[in-house]
């Protein structure tokens, strides 16, 4: 179970990085649904690695991280609905 956590963790650190990363090199926007993405499955990996160490901070945290992605994904998918005939 520690090396499937550590793959977990290391996940989550790529894709929060990579978030970050191509949004400074103006790759993706931050109202994209790729940005989000990454952010929300980061979130999630690193919270969940967090709850198994106990780490609750470091875990509410990400969870905290995981919902501003995924109210983000909400209003973005909302708006384009809005304007879909």
């Not at 499937?4 to 090199?25: E, N």
């Not at 499955?41 to 470091?58: E, R």
């Amino acid at each position: 179970m520690s090396v499937a956590m550590s793959i977990i963790g290391w996940s989550g650190v790529v894709f929060c990085t990579l978030a970050y990363l191509f949004l400074s090199m103006k790759l993706i926007r931050s109202d994209s649904f790729s940005f989000q993405a990454l952010n929300i499955l980061g979130g999630l990996c690193l919270a969940i690695t967090a709850l198994d160490t106990h780490d609750l901070p470091n875990a509410a945290a990400n969870v905290l991280w995981m919902s501003i992605g995924l109210f983000a994904l909400g209003r973005h998918f909302s708006k384009r609905d809005q304007k879909a005939p």
